[in-house]
């Protein structure tokens, strides 16, 4: 799905941090992407990695999982997960016959302890009204293409409730440890706008 830039009125919160950016490249305090690159790091690594740490776990041990479903925020704490955006988490699973796929169709509430920091498609409009009424045309934007017959269902975060889901284990994932497990798992698939590959079988040496 393309990032399209549309004109919306910033928060008060989002004009002080612009205006605060503005005066520290003015100053020469901050240098080049510095600001685009710290925000990139906790978009992409350090936030989404909780997550994944936190899935692999549920997918290599039943007991954690039913822990992590019946009340994710204390379930990821046990992980030392947690953090502001993330009192109230809850997890859903991809099954066979039903996929998740999450949105904050008011503002851009999303689960920062286990997913890091939102996309700019997350934040935009279009994303947000399109993926509640044409969610199978949405997701296939992203390239993920579900059978006719499965389920989609559509959640939408708040500030009471910010969801994130445990997608499917790949297939062929059976023998991997905790921690290659992790590595499989992306943001987008926490989301739901894309699914796992399934993973190619090692070829001994």
């Known amino acids: 799905m393309s990032e399209n830039h549309h004109h919306r009125e910033l928060s008060d919160g989002e004009v002080r941090a612009r205006a605060l950016e503005s005066l520290l490249r003015e100053k020469g305090v901050l240098q080049g992407n510095v600001v685009d690159e710290v925000v990139d790091i906790y978009t992409?690594?350090?936030g989404p990695?909780?997550?994944?740490?936190?899935?692999a776990k549920a997918w290599t041990d039943p007991e954690f999982k039913s822990r992590l479903m019946a009340n994710a925020t204390r379930a990821v704490a046990e992980l030392g997960i947690s953090g502001m955006e993330g009192e109230?988490?809850?997890a859903v699973e991809n099954t066979d016959?039903?996929?998740?796929?999450?949105?904050?169709?008011l503002c851009s509430c999303y689960p920062w302890p286990v997913l890091g920091l939102p996309p700019r498609w997350y934040k935009d409009a279009p994303y947000r009204a399109r993926v509640?009424?044409?969610?199978?045309?949405?997701?296939?934007?992203?390239g993920t293409v579900l059978p006719d017959g499965k389920?989609?269902?559509v959640l939408d975060s708040n500030v009471e409730v910010r969801y994130f889901v445990i997608p499917q284990r790949p297939k062929g994932s059976e023998n991997l440890s905790e921690e290659e497990l992790a590595e499989l798992i992306t943001r987008d698939s926490?989301?739901?706008v894309t699914v796992l590959p399934d993973v190619e079988p090692k070829v001994a040496a």
């Open 190 to 192: 926490m989301v739901g």
């Open 151 to 153: 389920e989609i269902k």
């Open 44 to 46: 992409n690594d350090i």
């Open 97 to 105: 016959d039903l996929h998740h796929v999450i949105v904050c169709t």
């Open 49 to 55: 990695l909780n997550g994944a740490k936190a899935i």
């Open 88 to 90: 109230n988490l809850v």
């Open 132 to 142: 509640v009424r044409e969610p199978r045309k949405v997701l296939a934007e992203f």
